[in-house]
C-alpha cells in the first residue's frame, strides 16, 4: 500500500476549506458599491484562500506524480466516474426539488460534466494525469538548470505579464489548463529537487515572511483596486477587487509554493483518520461546486450578505462555521457513498480500466 504522509493531507483539508470558504465569499451577492473600503477589504480576503488552495492541489499533485512513470489509469477512472455520480446525483435533486435553477444546456453540461469542463478543475486534473507520463518524461530529460529556466519564464509570461500587462494570449482566466500545468510543473520541479527545499538549512522564518508578505500585497491590491473605484478612477466591476487574486497573479503562486515548502519542512507522520478524511476532498470540491450550491445554497440559504454591515467578526464568523459545516457535511456524505459502494466501484473501475489499458497496448505499444 502507499504511504501517504499526514502532512501532506492535512494540507489537502486546509485547501478545500479555503476553497470552500473563496466560494461562499464570491458567491455571495454582496452589495460592495456601498460600503467601506476597509469593509470590502476584510469580506474579499476569503477569496484569496480559494485560489491558494487550487495551486496547493496541483503543486501536491506535480511534486508526486514526478516519481511516475506510468499512465495512473485507475485513479483516473475513479476521479471520473465520482465526478459523473455527483454531478448526476445533484442535478437529479435540481430538477426534481428546485426545477428552476438549471436550464437545459445547463442539464446537459452536468450530464457530461468533464467534456463540458463543467467543473475546471477536475477536468484540468484528469487531463494533467492523463498527460503526465509524458509531461514527466519531457521534465526528467532537462537539466535543472533548463527546468528552472522554462519556469522563469513561464512566470513572467503566464502570470507578471497576464497580471500586470493584461496580455491576453496568456488567457483571460487563470482557471485554464496552462496555468494548471505550470503549478503543476512547480510542483514537480520541487519534487525531483528535494533537496534544495527540504534540508538541514531550511529557515521557517525566510519562508513565512515570503508567504505573509505575498498575502499582504493581495490585501493591499483589494484595498488599491478599491481606493480606485471610490474615486471613479476605474468603472466599479466586483471582479475588478480581485483583480491581483485571481488564477493569474503572482502572488498567490508564490504564497501557495511557500505554504507548500513549509509544510514538506515539519516531521512527516501517519494518522488513519486524517488521511481517511483527505480521501473525501475531491468529492467535496465536486459537489459544493455544483450550480445547486453556487445558485441556490450559498446565496439563499446560507445568505451571509444579511451580516454584511454587521461587525466584520461576525461577518467571518459565520462565513467560517458554515464552511465547516459544509466540509463535515459533503465529508460524511462521501464516507457513506464509499462505504456502501465502495465494491461496485471497485468492480467498475477494474473492468472499465483493463478494456483500456487493453486499448493502451494497441496504440501505445
Given at each position: 500500500m502507499?504511504?501517504?504522509?499526514?502532512?501532506?493531507?492535512?494540507?489537502r483539508?486546509?485547501?478545500?476549506?479555503l476553497i470552500?470558504?473563496?466560494h461562499i465569499a464570491?458567491?455571495t451577492?454582496?452589495?460592495?458599491?456601498n460600503?467601506t473600503?476597509?469593509r470590502?477589504?476584510?469580506?474579499?480576503?476569503?477569496?484569496i484562500?480559494?485560489?491558494?488552495?487550487?495551486?496547493i492541489?496541483?503543486?501536491?499533485t506535480?511534486?508526486?506524480?514526478?516519481?511516475?512513470?506510468?499512465?495512473?489509469?485507475?485513479?483516473t477512472i475513479?476521479?471520473?466516474l465520482?465526478?459523473?455520480?455527483?454531478s448526476?446525483?445533484?442535478?437529479?435533486?435540481?430538477?426534481?426539488?428546485?426545477?428552476?435553477?438549471?436550464?437545459?444546456?445547463?442539464?446537459?453540461q452536468?450530464i457530461?460534466?468533464?467534456?463540458?469542463g463543467t467543473?475546471?478543475?477536475?477536468?484540468?486534473y484528469?487531463v494533467l494525469?492523463?498527460?503526465?507520463?509524458?509531461?514527466?518524461?519531457?521534465?526528467?530529460?532537462l537539466?535543472?538548470?533548463?527546468?528552472?529556466?522554462i519556469?522563469?519564464?513561464?512566470?513572467?509570461?503566464?502570470?507578471v505579464?497576464s497580471?500586470?500587462?493584461?496580455?491576453?494570449s496568456?488567457?483571460?482566466?487563470?482557471?485554464?489548463?496552462i496555468?494548471?500545468?505550470?503549478?503543476?510543473?512547480?510542483?514537480?520541479y520541487?519534487g525531483?529537487?528535494k533537496?534544495?527545499?527540504?534540508n538541514?538549512?531550511?529557515?521557517?522564518?525566510?519562508?513565512?515572511s515570503i508567504?505573509?508578505?505575498?498575502?499582504?500585497?493581495?490585501?493591499?491590491?483589494?484595498a488599491?483596486m478599491?481606493?480606485?473605484?471610490?474615486?471613479?478612477l476605474?468603472?466599479?466591476d466586483?471582479?475588478r477587487l480581485?483583480?491581483?487574486?485571481?488564477?493569474?497573479?503572482p502572488?498567490e503562486?508564490?504564497?501557495?509554493?511557500?505554504l507548500?515548502?513549509?509544510?514538506?519542512?515539519?516531521?512527516?507522520?501517519?494518522?488513519?483518520?486524517?488521511?481517511?478524511?483527505?480521501?473525501?476532498?475531491?468529492?467535496?470540491?465536486?459537489?459544493?461546486?455544483?450550480?445547486?450550491?453556487?445558485?441556490f445554497?450559498?446565496?439563499?440559504?446560507?445568505?451571509?450578505?444579511?451580516?454584511?454591515y454587521?461587525?466584520i467578526l461576525v461577518?467571518?464568523?459565520?462565513?467560517?462555521?458554515?464552511t465547516?459545516c459544509?466540509l463535515?457535511?459533503?465529508?460524511?456524505?462521501?464516507?457513506i457513498?464509499?462505504?456502501f459502494l465502495?465494491?461496485?466501484?471497485i468492480?467498475?473501475?477494474?473492468?472499465?480500466?483493463?478494456?483500456?489499458?487493453s486499448i493502451?497496448?494497441?496504440?501505445?505499444?
Amino acid at each position: 500500500m502507499e504511504y501517504r504522509d499526514s502532512k501532506i493531507e492535512v494540507l489537502r483539508i486546509v485547501s478545500i476549506f479555503l476553497i470552500i470558504l473563496g466560494h461562499i465569499a464570491i458567491e455571495t451577492k454582496w452589495n460592495f458599491f456601498n460600503m467601506t473600503i476597509p469593509r470590502v477589504v476584510s469580506i474579499e480576503t476569503m477569496w484569496i484562500g480559494a485560489k491558494l488552495g487550487v495551486n496547493i492541489f496541483f503543486l501536491i499533485t506535480g511534486y508526486f506524480l514526478i516519481s511516475k512513470n506510468s499512465f495512473r489509469i485507475t485513479a483516473t477512472i475513479k476521479i471520473w466516474l465520482t465526478t459523473i455520480f455527483y454531478s448526476w446525483i445533484l442535478t437529479i435533486f435540481s430538477i426534481i426539488f428546485l426545477p428552476n435553477i438549471l436550464n437545459v444546456e445547463q442539464i446537459i453540461q452536468f450530464i457530461f460534466p468533464v467534456f463540458f469542463g463543467t467543473y475546471w478543475f477536475i477536468t484540468v486534473y484528469i487531463v494533467l494525469m492523463l498527460l503526465s507520463p509524458f509531461i514527466n518524461k519531457f521534465l526528467k530529460n532537462l537539466s535543472q538548470s533548463e527546468f528552472l529556466w522554462i519556469l522563469i519564464v513561464g512566470f513572467i509570461y503566464l502570470f507578471v505579464c497576464s497580471t500586470f500587462f493584461k496580455n491576453l494570449s496568456t488567457g483571460t482566466s487563470g482557471d485554464i489548463f496552462i496555468t494548471s500545468l505550470y503549478v503543476y510543473m512547480l510542483g514537480s520541479y520541487i519534487g525531483l529537487y528535494k533537496s534544495n527545499f527540504i534540508n538541514k538549512k531550511y529557515k521557517l522564518s525566510k519562508h513565512l515572511s515570503i508567504f505573509i508578505l505575498m498575502i499582504l500585497l493581495m490585501i493591499c491590491s483589494v484595498a488599491v483596486m478599491s481606493l480606485l473605484i471610490k474615486h471613479h478612477l476605474v468603472s466599479y466591476d466586483s471582479k475588478r477587487l480581485i483583480y491581483f487574486i485571481g488564477g493569474n497573479s503572482p502572488f498567490e503562486v508564490i504564497a501557495s509554493m511557500e505554504l507548500f515548502i513549509i509544510t514538506l519542512n515539519k516531521n512527516s507522520f501517519y494518522n488513519s483518520f486524517i488521511n481517511k478524511i483527505s480521501n473525501t476532498v475531491l468529492s467535496v470540491y465536486i459537489m459544493h461546486t455544483h450550480y445547486l450550491f453556487s445558485i441556490f445554497i450559498i446565496p439563499t440559504i446560507i445568505n451571509a450578505k444579511k451580516f454584511q454591515y454587521s461587525n466584520i467578526l461576525v461577518i467571518y464568523l459565520y462565513c467560517f462555521l458554515w464552511t465547516a459545516c459544509i466540509l463535515i457535511l459533503l465529508v460524511i456524505i462521501d464516507l457513506i457513498r464509499q462505504y456502501f459502494l465502495n465494491n461496485i466501484e471497485i468492480k467498475v473501475i477494474n473492468n472499465v480500466s483493463n478494456k483500456l489499458k487493453s486499448i493502451k497496448k494497441k496504440f501505445l505499444i
